[in-house]
């Protein structure tokens, strides 16, 4: 079975501090995802990324950074926390080809207060 | 600009099957449907997907009309841990597409 993990179930930050959030996917997926997932807004796409050292924009980018340094590894990153970004962050990976069977973490529940 | 159409909510007797429908009608020749599940407090579920033969999978079939501006995803025996909400999305079948998630269908299964 595939396995995504993501590094907290539930996290507390102040506004302006630098949040990382990580995921490792166990499948060597070739493809990574971060989405956030807010009432009323469904989920949207943050960034993605290809292959290793790789990174593209989603619908949603502003705000984060992302870097995946290895394939397993793919992390999230709030340079200066905000109110706005409370949300649920959600880590997907997907195997390379054309068909989009993406697996998902747990999601971590982010709080800024 | 939504290119799914879901109605919000449905509800479904434990044990019937509960018949999710889904409306797509400016999908093009290259899009695929998939279909994915989110249970409450966890992520996304892939579920089956097809291009415009009927799909079956130990989860779920998946049928799509000739003209393919629809689709019904049936779980053919609902358990109450099918209560969750499903998405119907469509996408180019390319390696660099990504899934754009609506507001899908909340399903309710009652004993």
């Known amino acids: 079975d595939v396995k995504v993990t993501q590094s907290s179930r539930y996290l507390v930050k102040r506004t302006g501090e630098k949040v990382f959030l990580e995921c490792v996917q166990d499948?060597?997926?070739?493809?990574m995802f971060w989405y956030r997932q807010d009432p009323g807004l469904g989920l949207r796409l943050i960034y993605f990324?290809?292959?290793?050292?790789?990174?593209e924009k989603g619908d949603i980018p502003e705000g984060y950074s992302v870097s995946r340094e290895k394939k397993e590894r793919f992390s999230l990153i709030l340079e200066s926390a905000s109110t706005n970004q409370t949300s649920m962050y959600l880590c997907?990976?997907?195997?390379?080809?054309?068909?989009?069977?993406?697996?998902f973490g747990p999601g971590t529940r982010l709080t800024v207060l | 600009d939504a290119k799914t159409t879901q109605p919000p909510s449905m509800d479904c007797a434990e044990g019937r099957a509960a018949n999710l429908p889904c409306n797509h009608s400016?999908?093009?020749?290259?899009?695929?449907v998939y279909w994915y599940r989110q249970i409450h407090s966890q992520g996304p579920q892939y579920i089956i997907h097809?291009?415009?033969n009927n799909e079956t999978n130990e989860m779920a079939s998946l049928i799509i009309t000739e003209d393919r501006k629809s689709s019904t995803l049936i779980l053919p025996h609902a358990t109450l841990r099918d209560t969750a909400v499903y998405y119907c999305?469509?996408?180019?079948?390319?390696?660099?597409?990504?899934?754009?998630f609506g507001k899908g269908t909340m399903l309710l299964v009652s004993p």
């Open positions: 997907a990976s997907r195997p390379g080809g054309g068909t989009d069977t993406q697996y």
């Open positions: 499948m060597d997926h070739e493809n």
């Open positions: 990324s290809y292959d290793v050292k790789m990174k």
């Open positions: 400016t999908i093009s020749g290259n899009e695929y």
């Open positions: 097809g291009l415009k």
């Open positions: 999305i469509v996408r180019p079948n390319s390696g660099y597409s990504t899934l754009t």
